[in-house]
């Protein structure tokens, strides 16, 4: 069993700044990637963000060149740096953990962006 923590959600305007963080816990060691998705109102989950544990990285469409994703495997953390937000944004961010068969959310963050 694995539990993620997120923090750091909340609200900001169009242009502004956020950075989510995910603290895992439990079995951690097999974890392969770790990564962020979200969901607006009426609009399925998608990814956003996820990194592997050696680094490698995979972006949504909508968030690459201002959003970055990192990871620290000594603190079992990821973290999500927003940058250049748009009310597109405002979505409820959920942490996810992926092992080789089976993958844990996180209880989910909410981040509002306002024009």
């Known amino acids: 069993q694995v539990q993620l923590v997120e923090s750091g959600g909340g609200s900001v305007q169009a242009g502004g700044s956020l950075r989510l963080s995910c603290v895992a816990s439990?079995?951690?060691?097999?974890?392969?990637?770790m990564g962020w998705y979200r969901q607006a109102p009426g609009k399925l989950r998608e990814l956003v963000a996820r990194?592997?544990?050696?680094?490698?990285?995979t972006y949504g469409d909508s968030v690459k060149g201002r959003f970055a994703i990192s990871r620290d495997n000594a603190k079992n953390t990821v973290y999500l740096q927003m940058n250049n937000m748009n009310p597109e944004d405002t979505a409820v961010y959920y942490c996810?953990?992926?092992?080789?068969?089976?993958?844990?959310w996180g209880q989910g963050t909410q981040v509002t962006v306002s024009s």
């Open positions: 439990g079995s951690t060691r097999s974890i392969n990637y």
């Open positions: 990194i592997s544990r050696g680094g490698l990285t």
């Open positions: 996810h953990a992926a092992f080789s068969l089976a993958g844990y």
